[in-house]
């Protein structure tokens, strides 16, 4: 069973996506909060298996609350799922940089929001389509490399883990990438868990920014067209 703590200062909101969620049978919604504070002590208190974030919120905003419950400096973080209106760029870069596993617009399928759940519970990394290869291309440009450096990556990556980071870095799923690889979904999993730890990241959507800060994985220029997400 997934848990799942919901912070939203709408009510409708917050309500509307308590009800999505709790309606799947593998997904169990184990606390509401209405503001940041609040969802950072019911999260320490509570360890859900995901905390679905607003980014503005009274109080606290949901950025900082993130990097509370999963920044650089935490111990035993707590993965977070930002939702929200807005697609500003300095909330998407705030959000990457706070350490969250997955930035989604409110308007987003139900069907995408509760995969975006599952994705996060599992370890995965997700961020709205619409925004990916946008913000990953500014983040590159404006924020300096993480601490492991593309040169120090390559000499720690094997070539089958580089394989898989660019893959990552098409948007592929661990089941794509096993397909276009020719190998077990297990055996990229286990590739991936020796991976991250490497290039200092803690999931598969930092891997990704990582590669692009790096120059590992290059963006396509503004107005080129650009892959299907």
């Known amino acids: 069973m997934i848990r799942v703590l919901i912070a939203d200062d709408h009510a409708l909101a917050r309500a509307g996506l308590q009800a999505l969620l709790a309606s799947e049978p593998d997904i169990e919604v184990v606390a509401t909060a209405a503001d940041g504070i609040e969802a950072v002590e019911l999260a320490t208190s509570l360890r859900p298996d995901v905390a679905c974030l607003d980014v503005r919120m009274p109080g606290r905003d949901g950025i900082s609350a993130a990097r509370?419950?999963?920044?650089?400096?935490?111990?035993?973080?707590?993965?977070?799922?930002?939702?929200?209106?807005?697609?500003l760029d300095d909330y998407v870069f705030g959000a990457l940089?706070?350490?969250?596993?997955?930035?989604?617009?409110k308007d987003s399928a139900p069907e995408t929001i509760v995969a975006a759940v599952?994705?996060?519970?599992?370890?995965?990394?997700?961020?709205?389509?619409?925004?990916?290869?946008?913000?990953?291309?500014?983040?590159?440009?404006?924020?300096?490399?993480?601490?492991?450096?593309?040169?120090?990556?390559?000499?720690?990556?094997?070539?089958?883990?580089?394989?898989?980071?660019?893959?990552?870095?098409?948007?592929?799923?661990?089941?794509?990438?096993?397909?276009?690889?020719?190998?077990?979904?297990?055996?990229?999993?286990?590739?991936?868990?020796?991976?991250?730890?490497?290039?200092?990241?803690?999931?598969?959507?930092?891997?990704?920014?990582?590669?692009?800060?790096?120059?590992?994985?290059?963006a396509a220029p503004t107005g080129a067209s650009e892959p299907p997400g």
């Open 68 to 87: 509370e419950l999963c920044g650089p400096e935490v111990t035993d973080p707590i993965p977070v799922l930002v939702l929200t209106t807005f697609d």
């Open 97 to 105: 940089e706070a350490g969250v596993s997955g930035f989604l617009l």
């Open 118 to 218: 599952r994705q996060v519970a599992a370890g995965l990394g997700t961020i709205d389509q619409s925004l990916t290869r946008r913000v990953l291309r500014e983040f590159a440009q404006r924020r300096s490399l993480q601490p492991v450096t593309a040169q120090r990556g390559a000499e720690l990556l094997t070539h089958r883990e580089r394989d898989i980071l660019l893959l990552l870095a098409e948007g592929m799923s661990n089941e794509e990438i096993a397909r276009s690889l020719v190998v077990e979904v297990a055996t990229v999993k286990s590739h991936l868990a020796r991976m991250l730890p490497k290039i200092g990241v803690r999931s598969r959507l930092q891997a990704v920014v990582w590669a692009y800060q790096n120059h590992i994985v290059t």
